[in-house]
């Protein structure tokens, strides 16, 4: 029997997560399935994901019920349903997470709300209270790597919590998250608190940024140059990553057990259709990497996905793309700043519909409409 192409990435040291979760998939054994034959080492989550999966059937109708008849708001009726659900997940990557050494896979997200990503002290805040409502070693909590978010994210690994940051578009706010995982770090352990079960990954999206780009290489006749940007910047960033985490600095941590922040590739699903639908899980695969992709990517690399190490291959290149870019004068910094400006606006609108689906269902209830 040939070999799962999904399975053989494994190989190149990089693990594949689930990018979705509802419950269907783990009634059916679906994800359990995935697990085993396609290698799928984690699973991640939004409020996009979350939205969907409340929003388009039956199955969480009878808990939006119960917790409504309890007294919750429609905030904690969400969250009472999101963290039941990755529970369960978490549950089942257990053997996952047991297998591997600490800091590696097995791991699943739930993100902060996305009407924190501008406030610190409530990042923080939702950051320990859905940790501890949780209550699984291999559980990530997601905060946005805003400004906002990036004093959350130290102070959460200071208290020994996973993290995965999210909606990384830059290069300077990639290096910043870096610096605040390993400051958070040395903080736990100028405390004395154990730094050898932390785990967090940054996740640099990728498929948004050619998105916005690709219109402007055309008007500066750079249109060969169409879907490469992020696929150099993501090369460039791991560039910093092996810089950082093979440092003196964090030498001293390592020692001490701590291994380092991941780079995890998001937002790989192709949205352009003129791109193979493999291209960006292709492109970056690579050493200590992580790649969370949606259903449908993944059912496309099982199909015709060739596994190779790739990540690593011409660097040069990559780099002489980004010099091309800048020096046709397309400001790279700033449209980072917009993608996460959209990235933020693109979680609050499923939010509030997922917080008017919730609505609707109690007051289908207060009617006693089925």
Do not use: C
């Amino acid at each position: 029997m040939a070999t799962n192409n999904v399975k053989q990435i494994h190989q190149f040291e990089q693990s594949i997560w689930l990018d979705y979760i509802d419950r269907p998939i783990m009634n059916s054994g679906e994800l359990q399935r995935l697990i085993d034959e396609d290698g799928v080492r984690g699973l991640t989550s939004n409020p996009a994901i979350f939205e969907k999966a409340i929003s388009s059937g039956s199955d969480y109708d009878a808990d939006i019920q119960k917790l409504a008849q309890d007294g919750h708001d429609n905030e904690a009726i969400f969250y009472g349903l999101a963290v039941a659900d990755i529970q369960r997940a978490a549950d089942l990557f257990k053997p996952v997470y047991e297998d591997e050494v600490r800091g590696a896979d097995g791991y699943v997200s739930l993100e902060v709300s996305p009407w924190l990503a501008r406030d610190t002290d409530g990042t923080i805040a939702q950051a320990r209270e859905l940790w501890k409502a949780v209550d699984r070693e291999n559980v990530m909590i997601k905060i946005p790597g805003t400004a906002e978010g990036l004093p959350a994210i130290q102070q959460a690994i200071s208290e020994g919590i996973n993290i995965n940051v999210t909606l990384l578009f830059g290069l300077e706010r990639y290096q910043a998250v870096v610096e605040a995982y390993i400051a958070g770090l040395e903080a736990r352990d100028e405390a004395g608190q154990p730094v050898d079960s932390i785990a967090s990954v940054a996740s640099f999206f990728l498929s948004r940024i050619d998105v916005l780009v690709d219109p402007m290489l055309d008007e500066k006749g750079l249109g060969e140059l169409k879907g490469e940007v992020a696929i150099a910047l993501a090369k460039k960033a791991y560039e910093h990553y092996k810089e950082a985490f093979n440092s003196e600095r964090f030498k001293k941590l390592a020692a001490k057990g701590a291994v380092p922040q991941r780079l995890l590739w998001a937002s790989t699903g192709t949205k352009n259709p003129a791109f193979s639908d493999v291209k960006y899980v292709e492109a970056l695969i690579g050493p200590k990497t992580v790649n969370t992709v949606p259903k449908e990517t993944l059912d496309a690399f099982r199909d015709h996905g060739q596994a190779a190490s790739r990540l690593e291959s011409d660097t040069e290149g990559a780099m002489q793309v980004l010099d091309r870019v800048t020096n046709a004068g397309i400001d790279l910094e700033a449209i980072s700043q917009q993608l996460e400006a959209e990235g933020i606006e693109k979680f609050n609108q499923p939010y509030a519909k997922l917080l008017a689906a919730i609505d609707e269902q109690k007051a289908k209830s207060a009617t006693g409409v089925a």
